[in-house]
């Protein structure tokens, strides 16, 4: 992709300069954004109740959600459809087959699927400066990458396998030097790599919606 910056140019530029994955940040802004829009302006559209009906509500994750928006109406409306709807069937004992998918997982995976393709097609110098000094992609970004795009960039692929690779070599020192009798090895260790153990976690799972 030529120099010409795109509104995605500008989004992962700033998601980039905070700290771990900047598609974990631009989907837990934008996933946020989408939850607070469907809120205010989708719950009288039948088109989207029905869906959201069809899915059983949100899952867990965004489901948890729910209660830190504003809009207890909005709640309690899509609340009603999905347990009016399941409690007959909960009565006997039974349980409803949603064929359908959370709204918001699939906002999320749109959302992902843009962003990593337009990540692909970069080659302009500067959006890979700034992109290979913020903290890379988190292990399932990277993953979805591979799955989407036919062809990863050279720069992509390097950049990533670099970051891995030194972080596994720095937990690696943090397991050794936690081991008994090497107090003084571990008190040499920097502050962050006195905490890799947090980093490798969010770099494994990504950040939560």
């Excluded at 399932?140 to 990458?145: A, E, G, T, W």
């Excluded at 390097?158 to 050794?176: G, M, N």
């Amino acid at each position: 992709m030529a120099a010409e910056k795109h509104v995605n140019w500008f989004a992962l530029e700033k998601a980039c300069a905070q700290k771990g994955c900047p598609l974990c940040t631009i989907v837990a802004d934008r996933s946020k954004r989408y939850i607070d829009n469907m809120l205010f302006e989708h719950v009288s559209d039948r088109g989207f109740r029905a869906k959201y009906r069809s899915s059983g509500g949100f899952c867990a994750d965004h489901a948890r959600s729910l209660d830190s928006y504003r809009d207890g109406l909005a709640v309690a409306i899509l609340g009603e459809d999905i347990l009016a709807d399941a409690l007959p069937s909960l009565k006997k004992r039974k349980f409803l087959k949603y064929p359908g998918v959370c709204p918001a997982c699939a906002e999320t995976d749109r959302i992902e699927k843009e962003f990593l393709g337009f990540i692909a097609e970069i080659t302009d110098p500067d959006f890979i400066s700034f992109f290979t000094a913020s903290d890379g992609l988190c292990v399932p970004h990277y993953r979805k990458l591979i799955q989407t795009v036919k062809r990863i960039p050279a720069w992509i692929e390097q950049s990533q396998v670099d970051k891995f690779d030194s972080l596994l070599a720095r937990v690696r020192t943090y397991i050794e030097c936690s081991a008994w009798g090497r107090q003084d090895d571990f008190a040499r260790l920097s502050d962050a790599d006195k905490i890799v153990w947090k980093e490798i976690a969010l770099v494994l799972r990504g950040k939560a919606d």
